[in-house]
Structures are given as structure tokens and as C-alpha cells.
């Protein structure tokens, strides 16, 4: 059996969104605060995380940096795992949509409670979508004793049936 052991990544640093290369898809580059470095090794000091075989992470910028500083502090290896990145507001081309329209989709994601409406397809991802990834990513690591998974809130949120966790909470899932 394997625990898998998620973590939200710690708080991002926003600060730079819409300049430099922090625009559009770039935003996804976005690494930690402060605050959020500092979250990322208090959460290395928590005894789950010791003795773990190897740390996955989305490709998202403050999930890899916060997998780096897990990584450093317990001495794990990472691996990026691409279906680990965040809930998409566009999953019919993956495309960066306004603002306008993402928050509208997410409003209507969290209205609906992450199920499309009966005969209805979304663009949004849905709850069953962000299962369905997480799992096939998870079932490569079944040979593993323990794995940390550093994502997001909300896949964490859909896949674990938690509440939102906070910035570097942990929770722990067996298969």
C-alpha cells in the first residue's frame, strides 16, 4: 500500500503578474513569497513527510518551488508530473483565458460544485476530469512506500473531497 501525502504549495508572490514574462500562460511561472518560503520548510519539519521515497510536483512555478525546498530539507528526489498542475478554466484548448471569463468559469465550476449540468459540456475542467489525472499519475507510483505530491488547492479540494487547504497543508491519502 502506498500513502501518498499532498501539500498545498506554499503562498505565491504575485507581485510581478502582468509584467515581464508573469503575463498570460506566464503566470503559471509565478514562484513563492516570503511567506511562503518560510511555509514550505516549516512544512518540511513535519514527521509525514520524513522517510518519503520520492516528492512529485505540478509544473507550475510555486508547486516546483516549493517541491525545491521540500527536496532540499529532506533530501528527496522530484519528479514533475504535468497532470498534477491546477484546475484549467479552458479544457477544450488549454488555452490562457481573460480574466473576465476564467473567474466566470470558476464561478460556475464552484456553482455546479465541479459537475457539468446533465447534457451540458463546459468548457471548465470538471471534478471527474481532475480525479481522472490524478489518479493515472498517482497509479505510476503504486510501487512507492511513500510519496509526497506537492499541487494545488484545488485538485486537493476535488480529489481528496476536502475543504480548501490552506497554503502548505498536508493530507494524507492511501491506495
Not at 520548510?41 to 512529485?56: C, E, S, T, V, Y
Not at 465550476?109 to 449540468?117: H, I, L, N, Q, S
Amino acid at each position: 500500500m502506498t500513502e501518498f501525502y499532498f501539500i498545498r504549495h506554499g503562498k505565491a508572490d504575485f507581485s510581478e503578474m502582468g509584467r515581464k514574462f508573469y503575463k498570460n500562460e506566464g503566470a503559471f511561472m509565478c514562484t513563492l513569497s516570503e511567506e511562503g518560503i518560510e511555509q514550505a520548510k516549516a512544512a518540511a519539519k513535519d514527521d509525514r513527510l520524513k522517510g518519503a521515497d520520492i516528492i512529485l510536483t505540478s509544473p507550475f512555478g510555486r508547486a516546483l518551488h516549493t517541491a525545491a525546498i521540500l527536496s532540499k530539507e529532506l533530501g528527496v528526489d522530484i519528479k514533475v508530473e504535468t497532470d498534477l498542475h491546477e484546475w484549467f478554466a479552458d479544457v477544450w484548448e488549454y488555452s490562457y483565458l481573460d480574466d473576465e471569463t476564467a473567474c466566470r468559469n470558476y464561478d460556475e465550476f464552484k456553482a455546479c460544485r465541479g459537475k457539468f449540468p446533465e447534457g451540458e459540456n463546459k468548457q471548465w475542467e470538471s471534478a471527474d476530469m481532475i480525479r481522472e489525472r490524478v489518479l493515472k499519475t498517482l497509479d505510476k507510483y503504486k510501487g512507492y512506500k511513500k510519496v509526497i505530491v506537492v499541487c494545488h488547492g484545488i485538485l486537493m479540494e476535488y480529489f481528496l473531497n476536502i475543504e480548501h487547504p490552506s497554503n502548505c497543508d498536508i493530507v494524507k491519502y492511501k491506495i
